[in-house]
């Protein structure tokens, strides 16, 4: 049974859809934004996608797809992260092959970012509530 789809990798699918099944083909340029668009979505975890994706308060779903392209294409900062994500995903993917002989997907990694971001939450969690506690100990 296949397991559904995230809002992340639907996506990513219909921008390979528009990139690889247009009939006349797609204009070099148009193909050069898709491909960074694709760069850029492959390395998002699905947290900061979804997150993305309930800020756009669109209810017409073509132009909230179409916004939430522009966003990821014209954000300097998205760019510069996937390109630090994917070095740091290359040099894990050869780890793995050299220490435990198998092929690390990236689907492990993105799992793996979304881990420690949770744990970063929950940390900052528990220390607000530590400064909290402290401060009912002062009163």
């Known amino acids: ?10 996506h ?5 859809h528009i990139l690889f099944n ?3 083909g797609v204009p070099r340029n148009s193909r050069k934004g898709f491909e960074k668009l694709i760069h850029i979505l492959i390395y998002t975890t699905n947290v900061e996608f979804s997150e993305t994706y309930r800020s756009f308060e669109i209810k017409d779903k ?4 179409n916004e939430l392209n522009d966003f990821y294409l014209f ?3 998205k760019y510069k992260k996937a390109n630090r994500r994917q070095k740091e995903f290359e040099e894990l993917k050869k780890w ?8 690390f997907k990236i689907e492990e990694y993105i799992f793996l970012l ?6 970063k939450n929950k940390k900052r969690v528990s220390d607000y509530r530590n ?8 009163i």
């Open 1 to 10: 049974m296949d397991k559904p789809l995230n809002r992340r990798l639907k």
């Open 114 to 119: 979304e881990q420690e971001s949770s744990k």
């Open 62 to 65: 073509i132009k909230k797809f």
């Open 75 to 77: 954000d300097a900062r």
């Open 131 to 138: 400064y909290l506690n402290n401060k009912k100990s002062y």
């Open 12 to 16: 990513i699918q219909l921008l390979h």
């Open 96 to 103: 793995y092959l050299q220490k435990e002989g198998r092929d």
């Open 22 to 24: 247009q009939k006349k």
